[in-house]
């Protein structure tokens, strides 16, 4: 099997699963929503129901990725303020938090995963 069509299929089986529960937490919230979602569940065609779940996995998983940064970008500039700022307060403490540590291991996660993936791609060549 092919890494790449290996991979793509990972990542459009891991935004079905995005869409699914972006679809069910809708369904929680709004009653509209959720005739709407059943209805959809109830039709035939499942590769149109796949699609359609995939395209808001992506959504979801792109306005994810959009918080996270605009998350870390707070973060990041509210250290360089501090850092660069004097006053006569009491120093703080720079432990990472729990979401940093967890950041910073599946960062590590992921660059070990890209290693792998590279050297099975040089096995396969």
Do not use: C, H
């Amino acid at each position: 099997m092919n890494p790449d069509t290996l991979m793509q299929s990972l990542q459009t089986g891991f935004r079905v699963t995005i869409g699914a529960a972006s679809s069910a937490i809708e369904s929680l919230q709004d009653p509209q929503k959720r005739e709407e979602n059943f209805q959809a569940f109830q039709q035939q065609d499942w590769n149109a129901l796949v699609e359609k779940l995939a395209a808001k996995g992506e959504v979801t998983e792109q306005e994810a990725r959009s918080f996270v940064d605009s998350l870390m970008g707070q973060t990041s500039s509210g250290t360089t303020t501090s850092s660069t700022s004097t006053s006569y307060d009491a120093p703080t403490t720079a432990a990472p938090t729990g979401t940093e540590a967890e950041l910073q291991d599946l960062t590590a996660q992921v660059a070990m995963l890209r290693r792998e993936l590279e050297q099975l791609r040089e096995k396969d060549a």
